[in-house]
């Protein structure tokens, strides 16, 4: 537990590597560039940034209430309601909802990872596809997303055009980005229309109206959920605001703070389709709330501000010790990355191995500068520190 | 590393000397002798000796680094009789002892203080100074270590008090963050006015002169910068003194951390991580770098002749 020989030994190696080193730099060369732009373009995010930060201090306060309103505006739209105090109960919620010898889409989700979803539905017997681009790399050549926003942060074009290549069996070009996603998209086309079940998480969770909200870029959200006839949605707790103009507000924030100047799709979701009224989509709305740590990092005075995190990736592109390892910091055990990877981990998952990589925080403060929400990653971790110096 | 053998060894040499390398208080205040500044007054200069630790963190990293790829087991085993027996020769106060500073090394860190202090007396400042000046204690918070924290900065608060300062002026981040803001959380009556140095320089109008290069490349330490809020204070004093001044890419709020704070635990990473920041610096097209951080000093040191650049403190640029 105290010794920190593993977590060097990890970080070290993988900051060696200049495949993760041209991947990473490619990237974080990239967002700092749109992020100026998004910045110059749209100056009020700002503001907006330091509103969402009030909703979600309020919402985080009054979690408990929110839930009970959520789950009422769920099940009044006809859609089911779940509550999941621990991963492996979401776990079994979900795998007798889907059951089993079936096909699911999934849109990406940091939440579902962290309940190691896609694994656990595999080995019960269904076919699961990852649909987003990056996320769908990761499904396939591992080891784990690597950051928010771009799960295959790691990887460069010419591994891609690489695995591509032996997967699909076609001659890949690996300068034509446009030409792999639109791979990708062929091959996922089919499976949407054979999927029983669309499982999503959410980037904001509207308590007034029972609705989900999405952020993509490809699409294949929007088919994902919408072709099967069952949607299950599994949110984290901290996802829920009060009102849809409240997640509004967060999911443009994210997206600004994520680097996109534009957004091509936001879906919401607010329950099943009501036959007769023309309304496409799936008959089965099932929504997940997932506590697993949760509610008690929210009675936490320092802990507590991990849950205002919005997961839009931007302390992770500008972290200097992630700018060198990436995903790897956090452990590979771990579905999350970087320092507030390891603030989510502590939460949700592993406190050990998570306190041990708190170590490797610089406590530089970049992060507090990139955050939208501005969550004081150095006194969270140094917190996990304490705890530890502590007792031994 | 173990942060079991970690903690013991941190407080193994704090309970010798109150320094967590063993460096002695009266080492601190060497580079003031002959200077006869009075022990007490209304302002005191406190350096938090970091600037004068500079050789010995020095020391201490390269042979953590040595120790680092040894087989871990081994190195396990070592830290830990360290830490508890003083064995294997392995006790960081004898050993640091044995092994000989250059004088040049020391010297050159002390004129630093001293080119501050001199400053200060240049623009009319009138300060006090301990004869035996304690360490910050900041890197007991940093670890974790609040324990012995709170110890530390108890004493120091009324090693300070002693001095009857109402207004302190320190002169690096770090020791500078944790009067302003840390040490309110441990000691209830610290209610001394905390003012970094090249504040009082500008407020007295100051205009230095230049003494090394003629241009350089800032970097912005990231305590100075974000968590202090000293950003335009370096470049008004370069710019006052004729020097001009690169800016990096990451710059001022964003800048680049030097990777020194995780230099006890994680030396290779920090090492790596001081050559890309001094890489995104070197890329301005100069290659005299300026910062103003101890920390940040020897950590680009280091790093400095392979990379073909030069590094100084802000207060070896001008004076
Ligand atoms: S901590 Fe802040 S910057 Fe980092 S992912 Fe969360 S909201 Fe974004």
Redesign the interface.
């Known amino acids: 537990m105290?010794?920190?020989?593993g977590v060097?030994?990890l970080?070290?190696k993988v900051?060696d590597d200049p495949v993760l080193r041209t991947a990473l730099d490619r990237a974080i060369s990239s967002y700092?560039k749109k992020r100026k732009q998004v910045m110059e373009r749209y100056p009020y995010v700002k503001e907006l940034a330091d509103e969402v930060r009030r909703i979600k201090e309020w919402s985080i306060d009054h979690m408990d209430k929110l839930l009970d309103k959520a789950i009422e505006a769920v099940e009044a739209k006809g859609g089911k309601a779940y509550v999941a105090e621990t991963a492996e109960e979401a776990r079994k919620i979900v795998g007798e909802l889907v059951g089993t010898g079936k096909v699911v889409t999934k849109a990406k989700s940091m939440t579902t990872e962290e309940l190691k979803l896609r694994e656990f539905l595999i080995e019960r017997g269904n076919e699961v596809y990852e649909t987003d681009l990056g996320e769908f790399l990761v499904q396939f050549l591992g080891p784990k997303p690597m950051h928010f926003i771009s799960p295959s942060i790691h990887l460069t074009r010419e591994k891609v055009a690489e695995f591509l290549k032996d997967f699909m069996g076609v001659e890949v070009d690996k300068d034509d980005v446009e030409g792999m996603v639109a791979l990708v998209r062929k091959f996922l086309r089919d499976k949407y229309f054979s999927a029983d079940v669309g499982i999503s998480g959410a980037n904001a969770f509207a308590a007034d109206r029972g609705a989900v909200f999405l952020i993509e870029n490809e699409s294949n959200i929007r088919l994902s959920i919408s072709l099967p006839p069952k949607h299950i949605a599994v949110v984290g707790m901290e996802k829920i605001v009060p009102t849809m103009s409240d997640a509004w507000k967060v999911v443009e924030v994210i997206s600004r703070y994520g680097g996109y100047k534009v957004t091509s799709y936001i879906n919401t979701v607010m329950g099943p389709a009501r036959r007769g009224d023309g309304d496409i989509g799936p008959e089965e709305y099932h929504v997940i709330f997932l506590d697993n740590g949760r509610r008690e990092a929210s009675k936490d005075p320092i802990l507590k501000q991990t849950l205002y995190c919005l997961r839009c990736g931007a302390c992770q592109y500008?972290c200097?010790?992630f700018?060198?390892?990436g995903g790897y910091w956090a452990g590979l055990e771990s579905a999350y990355s970087g320092g507030i990877g390891v603030m989510w981990e502590y939460i949700t998952g592993d406190k050990e191995t998570s306190t041990q990589h708190a170590?490797?925080?610089?406590?530089?403060?970049?992060c507090?500068?990139a955050c939208p929400v501005r969550i004081n990653q150095p006194e969270v971790l140094?917190?996990?520190?304490?705890?530890?110096?502590?007792r031994? | 590393m173990d942060l079991k053998a970690v903690k013991l060894l941190l407080e193994k040499n704090a309970k010798k000397t109150w320094n967590p390398l063993g460096v002695k208080e009266e080492y601190c205040s060497m580079w003031a002798e002959g200077m006869n500044f009075p022990e007490r007054g209304e302002v005191l200069l406190y350096t938090g000796c970091l600037y004068q630790m500079i050789p010995y963190i020095d020391m201490f990293a390269r042979l953590l680094k040595g120790f680092e790829s040894m087989n871990p087991a081994l190195f396990g085993i070592a830290m830990k009789i360290n830490a508890l027996a003083d064995s294997l020769g392995l006790d960081t106060i004898s050993l640091l002892a044995s092994l000989e500073i250059s004088k040049k090394d020391k010297e050159r860190y002390f004129r630093i203080v001293r080119s501050i202090a001199n400053a200060l007396l240049s623009a009319g400042v009138k300060f006090a100074y301990m004869r035996e000046e304690p360490y910050s204690g900041v890197l007991y918070h940093d670890l974790g270590m609040d324990d012995l924290f709170r110890e530390h900065v108890m004493r120091l608060a009324k090693k300070i008090k002693e001095t009857g300062a109402r207004k302190v002026i320190t002169i690096d981040p770090h020791t500078t963050y944790m009067l302003n803001y840390l040490i309110k959380e441990f000691v209830d009556d610290f209610e001394v006015e905390v003012v970094h140095y090249m504040d009082v320089l500008l407020e007295r109008g100051y205009t230095p002169k230049v003494r090394g290069p003629k241009e350089v490349v800032i970097h912005d330490p990231c305590y100075l910068a974000r968590w202090n809020g000293v950003i335009d204070q370096p470049r008004v004093l370069l710019s006052r003194a004729g020097v001009k001044v690169r800016e990096p890419e990451f710059t001022r709020k964003f800048t680049g951390c030097c990777g020194g704070p995780i230099e006890s635990l994680f030396p290779s990473l920090s090492s790596k991580l001081a050559r890309k920041r001094m890489k995104e610096l070197k890329e301005t097209g100069s290659p005299c770098f300026t910062v103003m951080c101890p920390i940040c000093l020897t950590n680009f040191q280091r790093e400095a002749r392979e990379l073909g650049v030069r590094v100084f403190d802000i207060m070896e640029v001008i004076e």
């Open positions: 105290t010794d920190l020989t060097s030994q970080l070290n900051s700092w500008l200097p010790v700018g060198i390892v170590f490797a925080c610089l406590l530089c403060g970049r507090i500068e140094r917190e996990i520190r304490r705890r530890l110096m502590e031994i």
